[in-house]
């Protein structure tokens, strides 16, 4: 079932049968205490601040991954609340140096782009060298045969945009028909560029390694995220060359020169610093039960990003709820009844590497976990919470989302019993174990073209009334979680019928993390 009505249903049910048996007396003043708490003394601003402007982007390996992990750890113990860096790994060490991208012909003028991640360095003075296009090629042979003439320049690897306007930047000013235009255009173009691409025998995958072997002088690849200004911002996928991402601007200026015959000339330096193996870690803090400390309630987020900004709602604010969380309930809930939790993983990214490896670790929290709540999905107010798959989900998240406030709830869809997660975050790690973790969804901010792995994700997108919100939300169900007098349920629902196969779905299976990672 699926309405905001749930919401006054739970209300009503909680006035018929005050709160199914927890401890009513007090309920109301620790979630007023709550709500106060982070409306009144808030910390977000100054913990997003460190996080985000001072420590900067948390690529897993990278020096500023480890100084946020021991960052966390002091705030954490500033508050009062016992935390770890808990190892699980290694991971290829690498660190960002300065990046430096210079048109120098036909005329001079510094472009807009950065590094990829993991990219090996220019030699100390850069690279200056001309800019070649892909071909169009009817077959591998015939790519193969062009392959030399990469050697010693700057390959382009994308293809160029025929416009920087976002589409609902068109919707609102071109008529109909110049719009329609563009799209065709576009269509037609991108599907002629994926033919090519397989004509070449490669694939997006692949191409780098070939231009590498062939001796290309370096790569520049422009990945826009339809909106203005963002480019994703990945991995380099080389050994030995560099690889940059420029702006869309600057790429397609770029480009056209170089089908023109205008002989463009770039400079590249690239100061980044391989550091070998360094190992990854879990930053955990653990507020004890004072009555039920084996079974535990988790508060989740994953603390790495990628780095072409710095990680600010992927998942910087997922990680500030977390934490702003866990200060309020230690100060207005010092003695919760089971054992809270707080996780912060490292390697989501990558593959859910650190939670994967934590439910390996600890199969004691995976055994006594009455619930987790992950936060994932950007800037947002939460408004979806998924059941999961969980048969009595509704029975337990019901009672503990009647006790939050109704300013919180009203923007709240639920689905019960819902599907479980497969992947996409760190509560999927735990719900392939058969343990109730939960995603609380947000609203989106145009988080999937603007923020989502790119170079705008930075301090200045975070909406701080939406965080205070999920901050109150999350406080408030570990709270509820913690002091429920029932063990939550397991029992899985059935599933719905796979369309490919005509057989119900499978519960999704626990996969391995990858302890040692970054070795392609």
């Given amino acids: 079932m699926k309405n905001r009505i749930q919401t006054l249903l739970i209300a009503l049910s909680l006035l018929i049968q005050p709160l199914s048996g927890i401890r009513a007396q007090g309920v109301e003043a620790v979630v007023s205490q709550i709500e106060t708490e982070a409306t009144e003394n808030s910390q977000l601003q100054a913990l997003a601040h460190e996080l985000m402007d001072v420590i900067g982007p948390r690529l897993v390996g990278t020096p500023q991954m480890k100084k946020a992990h021991d960052w966390a750890v002091q705030t954490f113990s500033g508050w009062g609340i016992e935390a770890s860096n808990e190892p699980w790994g290694t991971w290829r060490g690498w660190e960002r140096g300065i990046c430096h991208i210079d048109l120098l012909a036909p005329r001079v003028v510094s472009l807009h782009g950065r590094q990829l991640a993991w990219s090996p360095a220019t030699p100390p003075g850069g690279i200056t060298a001309g800019v070649i296009t892909l071909p169009m090629v009817a077959d591998s042979l015939a790519f193969a045969r062009w392959l030399p003439q990469a050697r010693g320049k700057w390959v382009c690897v994308s293809m160029p945009q025929i416009t920087g306007r976002p589409d609902e930047n068109w919707e609102e000013f071109a008529t109909e028909e110049s719009f329609e235009k563009m799209k065709s255009r576009r269509e037609a173009e991108t599907a002629a560029w994926q033919q090519n691409l397989r004509n070449s025998g490669y694939t997006a995958q692949t191409l780098n390694q070939a231009l590498e072997a062939a001796g290309a002088a370096g790569i520049l690849q422009s990945r826009w995220s339809n909106a203005f200004g963002a480019n994703k911002i990945f991995s380099a996928n080389t050994e030995k060359i560099a690889v940059v991402d420029l702006s869309l601007e600057d790429y397609g200026m770029v480009y056209r020169m170089a089908e023109h015959g205008d002989e463009p000339k770039i400079r590249v330096v690239a100061e980044s610093r391989e550091l070998g193996r360094v190992p990854t870690f879990n930053t955990i803090a653990v507020l004890p039960g004072k009555e039920l400390p084996d079974e535990y309630v988790v508060l989740s987020a994953h603390f790495d990003s990628w780095d072409g900004g710095t990680g600010a709602t992927d998942n910087g604010t997922g990680t500030l709820t977390m934490m702003e969380a866990a200060r309020i309930l230690k100060k207005v809930y010092p003695n919760p009844r089971r054992t809270i939790v707080v996780g912060l993983w490292g390697s989501e990214e990558q593959g859910l590497n650190g939670s994967r490896a934590y439910v ?19 800037t947002g107010r939460v408004v979806r919470i998924n059941g999961q798959g969980f048969l009595h989900a509704y029975a337990f998240l019901g009672r503990w ?10 923007h709240i869809e639920t689905t019960f019993p819902g599907n479980p997660g497969r992947g996409g975050s760190d509560y999927a790690s735990f719900v392939a174990h058969g343990a109730p973790a939960f995603s609380l969804s947000s609203l989106s901010w145009s988080y999937w073209n603007y923020t989502w792995h790119t170079n705008l994700d930075t301090y200045d997108k975070i909406v701080f009334d939406d965080v205070r919100n999920n901050v109150i939300l999350t406080a408030v169900l570990a709270y509820m979680a913690s002091e429920d007098p029932q063990r939550t349920s397991r029992e899985q629902a059935e599933l ?14 626990p996969r391995a993390p990858n302890r040692e990672g970054g070795r392609e």
């Fill in 496 to 509: 719905p019928l796979d369309p490919e196969t005509g057989k119900p779905r499978e519960w999704p299976t």
């Fill in 401 to 410: 989302l009647g006790a939050v406030p109704d300013s919180i709830t009203r």
């Fill in 360 to 378: 390996e670790d600890h199969p004691e929290v995976v055994a006594g976990l009455q619930a987790l709540f992950n936060q994932d999905n950007g």
